[in-house]
């Protein structure tokens, strides 16, 4: 009965880059997005390769994983490259009728294919080597300034932490009302999709039903456990900056300034 | 010395329409003193868990009082001591585990109280280690076992170092492995550290482990005395629908048809003893 429910994708590890800080691997995620947003140039891209290469190899993920995790992506990234093809303008290579394919175009197209192949990939790693857990909690370090503006950091973290841990709850919860109805001779399988749609009805109420009980029991269990939102509140386990966090850091800064002077030094064609 | 919990002429209704008389709780007068042991038994619906509510503020009396260590729970500034002082297990322990690992869900109530990193460590190893679950400390609730998740609830509690736990029905929704475990812990808990125990349950076997057991019928208190003394008045018992352990209702009949048997047996060895030696008589 009990479904193995794991939310994200989270493989378990000891890789370097599942050592990293939380918050780490969160700053850094956003460093690498913005690289690969500045690598225009042939060479600057060739190093945008390797360099996803080099962060695969050292998360231990298996890069075949990483790129089944890009595959869903695959229509959105071609379409985006063909629309490019066709309507940067530039030296024409091929026209027919109103159609036109310029170099320029076959170019940039091209760079995008690579580059958003290598966003997607590159993002996903840190939901491979990041459990959802450590996540939110380097989140919620994050966002800590933001409390000085009122921002609920605590209270946000807390809801994103009791989701987390009910999700697999009601999803089992889910799984029982349905057999519950299947044994009182509901049908789920059959019929046009509108009827397949009102068939889950009556097993989307008692779920409802029972997750504002769970709900309320819930908020019995945290007052006697005298939580009285984010004021005071203190942690057990403390994020702290390890000096591999600084050597990462210290790693993109340098991959960042060779991007930029990849770009400068061998610059894009067009 | 006063008492740990103590309730003056309490009454409590959701909706104050009716008649006190009809009320879920009725003049209730009730101390629980310090290190205590007790059992509150009763048949569904007789106000029992509304009653354990207020024990630590989640509910507060109508009219009358209710002073835990000597605070007043309707005052609001109290609620807070009020709930370290005496903390509560629910029935269900999928509703009160918040967290998916199971040594940060027993951090929770530390954390709430903001105590320094180290000190929330130490007392979370010690609550784990109370309640046999050390083992698991990294490990996630949701492939524990009722009774395992029901003792990480304990220790979610304990680690506020409350003076008092009240326990709504704890073992109802666990197999017999799991419920034999819980109760071993909750004996444990009063033996070894002293902690006042207020255990609400349907079984008897449960009640029979406390000093005092407490029966309730439509928001009243109906027998206060030791274990001995009330599974002996099996009229009454029966009268609530309550089950009468197997060993009075034989030592009763035993004794009504004129043998000889002592008072206050309730353990299935007291009983094997007392019956070897009428036999021998």
């Known amino acids: ?270 | 010395m006063s008492a740990l919990i103590e309730t003056k002429n309490l009454h409590f209704q959701y909706l104050h329409n009716d008649s006190q008389e009809s009320w879920i709780l009725n003049r209730i007068n009730l101390s629980i003193q310090k290190g205590e042991f007790v059992a509150i038994l009763g048949p569904n619906g007789c106000g029992k868990s509304t009653l354990a509510k207020h024990f630590n503020a989640l509910l507060v009396p109508s009219d009358g009082e209710v002073l835990v260590d000597g605070l007043d729970t309707q005052n609001d500034q109290n609620r807070f001591d009020i709930r370290q002082t005496v903390g509560m297990v629910f029935q269900n322990p999928d509703n009160q585990l918040i967290s998916t690992i199971v040594e940060e869900d027993v951090a929770f109530a530390p954390e709430n109280l903001g105590m320094d990193p180290l000190e929330i460590r130490s007392r979370v190893e010690w609550a784990l280690k109370a309640v046999d679950m050390l083992d698991y400390k990294r490990h996630t609730p949701f492939k524990l076992s009722g009774g395992q998740k029901q003792r990480v609830a304990i220790a979610g509690i304990l680690a506020m170092r409350p003076q008092c736990i009240v326990l709504d029905e704890p073992t109802s929704m666990l197999d017999p492995k799991g419920r034999a475990d819980v109760m071993r812990t909750i004996r444990r808990l009063n033996h070894e550290f002293g902690l006042t125990i207020v255990l609400i349950t349907h079984h008897m076997e449960e009640a029979a482990q406390a000093k005092r057991v407490i029966v309730m019928d439509r928001g009243k208190i109906e027998l206060d005395d030791s274990p001995e003394n009330v599974f002996y008045q099996i009229d009454l018992l029966k009268r609530l629908k309550l089950d009468v352990p197997q060993i009075s209702e034989l030592v009763v009949r035993l004794r009504r048809r004129g043998i000889h048997l002592p008072d206050q047996i309730t353990q299935v060895d007291q009983c094997v003893d007392a019956l070897v030696a009428a036999l021998e008589e």
């Not at chain 1, 479904?3 to 890789?15: A, E």
């Not at chain 1, 000085?148 to 029982?176: C, G, K, N, Q, Y």
């Not at chain 1, 939580?227 to 994020?239: C, H, I």
């Open chain 1, 1 to 270: 009965m009990t479904r193995d429910i794991t939310i994200g994708q989270f493989l378990p590890g000891h890789s370097i880059m599942h050592r990293l800080d939380p918050r780490t691997k969160i700053v850094l995620t956003f460093f690498f997005i913005i690289q690969v947003f500045i690598s225009r140039s042939a060479a600057s891209l060739c190093f945008l390769i390797v360099l996803l290469g080099f962060l695969i190899a050292s998360s231990q993920v298996p890069a075949g994983k990483v790129l089944k995790g890009v595959r869903p992506m695959i229509p959105v990234i071609v379409f985006t490259a063909l629309l490019n093809i066709f309507y940067v303008s530039g030296e024409p290579v091929f026209t027919f009728f109103f159609l036109q394919i310029t170099k320029q175009g076959l170019f940039t197209g091209f760079t995008l294919l690579v580059r958003l192949t290598a966003l997607i990939a590159g993002c996903s790693l840190i939901t491979y080597t990041t459990s959802l857990n450590a996540l939110a909690a380097g989140l919620e370090q994050l966002l800590a300034p933001l409390r000085r503006i009122h921002f609920p950091v605590s209270e946000l973290s807390m809801t994103i932490s009791i989701t987390l841990r009910f999700l697999p709850t009601l999803a089992e919860e889910f799984d029982r009302i349905i057999d519950a109805q299947k044994a009182r001779g509901a049908e789920f399988n059959s019929g046009n999709p509108i009827k397949k749609i009102k068939s889950y009805f009556p097993v989307l109420l008692p779920l409802f039903m029972s997750a504002f009980r769970r709900a309320f029991e819930l908020t019995n269990a945290i007052e006697c456990r005298c939580y009285q939102g984010g004021k005071g509140r203190t942690k057990m386990n403390v994020l702290k900056l390890a000096p591999r966090d600084f050597c990462a850091i210290a790693f993109f800064v340098i991959t960042f300034f060779l991007t930029i002077a990849f770009n400068y030094y061998f610059p894009a064609p067009y």
